[in-house]
Every structure is written in C-alpha cells, then in structure tokens.
C-alpha cells in the first residue's frame, strides 16, 4: 500500500504539531464522537493517539498522556462522556482493527 510516506516524512514539524493539535482539540470538542465508533471506523481513537504520542516520546506514563488527550483524566472521562460500546459498535472495531493488522 502507497501511503506516501516520504511527502509526509518532509511535513515541518511545526505544521505536522499544529495539526496535531487541532485533531486533538478537535476531539476534546466532539465527545460525541465515541472512540468505539472512531476505532469502527478508522482504526484508532483518542486512546491510540495518546499511545501513539508516548510511543514519539512523552515522557509520562500512559494515563498522563491520556489525560493530554482527552483534556481530562481518563476515568472523568468515561464517566461523562463515555456510552456503553452495543455489540454492532464492538463488531466493526473488530473488523476494522483486522484492518490495521494488514498495514
């Protein structure tokens, strides 16, 4: 698969963070966006980002990145945000993290 990494790779840090960012922002704000739908749909959630920023390096452990992400602590989070996954919501994460595998 071409993702076209190398055009990515020359993003400017700064714009590639500002982005960064404003995605983050930009979830902060939609909460009813649920990650059990984003991980149905695309494969990855607020949660993957904040793996995803420990793994480039933060230096705190995974509950302070999840906090970065979600603009508040994680167990805040699910309780006044988060709705119960239904079991159609469960099988397309499935289907789409089976997706991921194949990257």
């Known amino acids: 698969m071409d993702t076209n990494t190398e055009a990515l790779d020359d993003l400017p840090d700064a714009v590639a ?18 990650n059990i739908d984003l991980m149905g749909l695309a494969g990855f959630c607020r ?12 230096e705190g452990d995974k509950l302070a990145a999840r906090e970065l992400i979600h603009g508040m602590p ?16 469960l099988a397309r994460m499935e289907a789409s993290l089976a997706k991921n595998a194949q990257d």
């Open 47 to 58: 949660n993957c980002l904040a793996d995803w920023i420990i793994d480039a390096g933060f």
């Open 74 to 89: 994680q167990d805040e989070w699910k309780a006044t945000r988060q709705s119960p996954a239904t079991e159609e919501q």
């Open 17 to 34: 963070a500002a982005a960064f960012r404003r995605l983050v922002r930009h979830l902060r704000h939609r909460h009813d966006a649920q």
